[in-house]
């Protein structure tokens, strides 16, 4: 029993890990096209 829910917290973990590497990704993105369209 112990092993599912240790299993179910670390997939949570890498599963949240992913989302906010995404989030930074497309924050990193958005910030260098926007700075190609206004010149900055």
């Given at each position: 029993m112990h092993d599912f829910i240790d299993a179910a917290r670390r997939n949570t973990k890498s599963?949240?890990?992913?989302?906010?590497?995404?989030i930074?990704?497309?924050?990193?993105?958005?910030k260098e096209n926007?700075?190609?369209?206004?010149?900055i």
């Amino acid at each position: 029993m112990h092993d599912f829910i240790d299993a179910a917290r670390r997939n949570t973990k890498s599963t949240r890990q992913s989302i906010l590497a995404q989030i930074q990704r497309h924050k990193e993105l958005l910030k260098e096209n926007l700075a190609g369209m206004y010149g900055i």
